[in-house]
């Protein structure tokens, strides 16, 4: 009897430990959209189907360079923080790079860094993590098609909503032409 009763509250912690996991992160994402900062990041295309996680817009950003001062100072994979502020269209504009989390009340982003030029270039890049717009199976064909067009004309203005606090992100909607695809694609 007394095997059965430990067995019974092991099922039950373990239980409780799958559900508080996910339900930890959906939390956490839920307050950055809730509470963070929008900013939004110029698009470019590419579009790729993953069987495991289903259909998705696949985002590139025109823009994930940052000036430095020395290139020596800084190593591929280190963590950092990105440093945003706005332009008068209320782009995102990379404000600094630091190896400390901010302090104050500024956003950044925290990342790491995927490219150090061996030229005499000033800069490094860094990794923008919002690359995957998921959609529902019905309609992300079109909504892929809608996107990939509008990346390709130079006269539509693509870019991905995302809502940053305490250097976490969540992607919030994709646009085109401030129009959200999920729109495009019910019209």
């Known amino acids: 009897m007394n095997k059965k009763l430990i067995f019974i509250?092991?099922?039950?912690?373990?239980?409780?430990?799958?559900l508080y996991v996910p339900a930890t992160f959906i939390l956490q994402n839920e307050k950055v959209l809730e509470v963070g900062t929008m900013y939004k990041?110029?698009?470019?295309?590419?579009?790729?189907?993953?069987?495991?996680?289903?259909?998705?817009?696949?985002?590139?950003?025109e823009e994930n360079r940052i000036a430095v001062e020395n290139t020596k100072d800084w190593g591929i994979g280190q963590t950092v923080y990105i440093l945003?502020?706005?332009?008068?269209?209320?782009?995102?504009?990379?404000?600094?790079?630091?190896?400390?989390?901010?302090?104050?009340?500024?956003?950044?982003?925290?990342?790491?860094?995927?490219?150090?030029?061996?030229?005499?270039?000033?800069y490094v890049e860094f990794v923008i993590p919002f690359t995957r717009f998921y959609l529902e199976e019905s309609k992300a064909k079109e909504a892929e098609n809608a996107y990939?067009?509008?990346?390709?004309?130079?006269?539509?203005?693509?870019?991905?909503?995302?809502?940053?606090?305490?250097?976490?992100?969540?992607?919030?909607?994709?646009?085109?032409?401030?129009?959200?695809v999920k729109d495009i694609i019910t019209k």
């Open 9 to 18: 509250a092991l099922f039950f912690i373990v239980a409780i430990i799958q």
């Open 84 to 122: 945003l502020d706005k332009d008068e269209s209320d782009f995102v504009r990379y404000d600094g790079i630091t190896k400390e989390i901010p302090s104050g009340n500024v956003d950044y982003l925290q990342t790491s860094i995927n490219y150090i030029p061996y030229n005499d270039a000033q």
């Open 148 to 180: 990939n067009e509008a990346t390709r004309d130079s006269t539509l203005i693509t870019y991905a909503k995302i809502k940053i606090k305490d250097g976490k992100g969540v992607l919030e909607d994709v646009i085109i032409n401030e129009s959200s």
């Open 41 to 61: 990041f110029r698009t470019a295309a590419i579009d790729p189907y993953d069987p495991f996680r289903g259909k998705y817009i696949t985002l590139w950003y």
